[in-house]
Nanobody, 116 residues
Framework: QVQLVESGGGLVQAGGSLRLSCAASGRTFSRYTMGWFRQAPGKEREFVARITYTGTYVDSVKGRFTISRDNAKNTVYLQMNSLKSEDTAIYYC????????????WGQGTQVTVSS
């Protein structure tokens, strides 16, 4: 069982930055692929980024967002720069075992609001 707790959301002006954190429980954190997803009001939840060893991103955030992980701290981060109003959403952290296809574990989400 893996428990995930996100933090770092908030209100920021367009062009600003935020760093989201996701702390995970468990002793085998390094064996999990960690992902960030987001859901805007009235929209489907969408993939943002994931990392096993290196990051993969949705096109809309490439060059602006950076995903990283600290296995010693059981934490994954999402550094978000040059934020746009369309980045406004609830951001969720998720985990899947390295050999699994689907994300089994999800955090409660953290709100990111970008004002224009």
């Amino acid at each position: 069982q893996v428990q995930l707790v996100e933090s770092g959301g908030g209100l920021v002006q367009a062009g600003g930055s935020l760093r989201l954190s996701c702390a995970a429980s468990g002793r085998t954190f390094s064996r999990y692929t960690m992902g960030w997803f987001r859901q805007a009001p009235g929209k489907e939840r969408e993939f943002v980024a994931r990392i096993t060893y290196t990051g993969t991103y949705v096109d809309s955030v490439k060059g602006r967002f950076t995903i990283s992980r600290d296995n010693a701290k059981n934490t994954v981060y999402l550094q978000m720069n040059s934020l746009k109003s369309e980045d406004t959403a609830i951001y969720y952290c998720a985990a899947r075992y390295i050999t699994d296809v689907s994300y089994r574990y999800w955090g409660q989400g953290t709100q990111v609001t970008v004002s224009s």
